[in-house]
């Protein structure tokens, strides 16, 4: 079964911490995509990556930078992490061919304090 | 810039009543639309991609079907463990990227 694994659940941080979430996919796919979820916003894109060591900013990438140095993990890194980072992390891959739709990871929960 | 509107945004049914959800779409051309079931504390799942309009798919309760302005995804007979956040995305040509709504959140009571 394929998959698109996320290192954490559940992840609390303090106020001005460096913080890496990692993200690994199984399936070959050349795009990867971080989104964060918040009640009320729904899924916003953070950043996405069309291949190897290239990266795209989405539609909030203020307070975030991405890596991607295997076509196979992509990590998003919160630089200084403050409180209204809080949020549910997500993960997804997809080829990329037309019409394909992303498979998500699991999701990681972050709590800044 | 490319929309999603989701409606209602809960809907509360009970079990064997049957139902359906929006999703209203402005896209500047669709290359493809998704639909995607999300439990609590996970990562959505897919559902069903729809390419062009008339078409439909389905899968055991569900069904979704599009035209070109808006898509419905109809639950026939729904059990208690159809409950979940159901969410609607586009893609446009062009792009590889997803634009969601923000989701119709589903509770079917026994």
């Known amino acids: 079964d394929v998959k698109v694994t996320q290192s954490s659940r559940y992840l609390v941080k303090r106020t001005g911490e460096k913080v890496f979430l990692e993200c690994v996919q199984d399936m070959d796919h050349e795009n990867m995509f971080w989104y964060r979820q918040d009640p009320g916003l729904g899924l916003r894109l953070i950043y996405f990556?069309?291949?190897?060591?290239?990266?795209e900013k989405g539609d909030i990438p203020e307070g975030y930078s991405v890596s991607r140095e295997k076509k196979e993990r992509f990590s998003l890194i919160l630089e200084s992490a403050s409180t209204n980072q809080t949020s549910m992390y997500l993960c997804a891959s997809t080829l990329a061919s037309a019409g394909y739709g992303y498979t998500f990871g699991s999701g990681t929960r972050l709590t800044v304090v | 810039e490319d929309q999603v509107t989701q409606s209602p945004e809960a809907l509360r049914l009970q079990e064997g009543e049957s139902s359906s959800l929006n999703c209203s779409y402005t896209?500047?051309?669709?290359?493809?639309l998704f639909w995607y079931r999300q439990d609590p504390g996970k990562g959505p799942e897919f559902l069903f991609t729809l390419y062009s309009a008339g078409e439909e798919k389905e899968k055991e309760r569900l069904k979704a079907t599009l035209t070109k302005k808006e898509s419905f995804l109809h639950i026939t007979a729904p059990k208690p463990e159809d409950s979940a956040t159901y969410l609607c995305?586009?893609?446009?040509?062009?792009?590889?990227?997803?634009?969601f709504g923000e989701g119709t959140q589903l509770t079917v009571n026994p």
């Open positions: 990556s069309y291949d190897v060591k290239m990266k």
């Open positions: 896209v500047s051309g669709l290359r493809g």
């Open positions: 995305a586009v893609q446009a040509v062009g792009d590889s990227r997803l634009t």
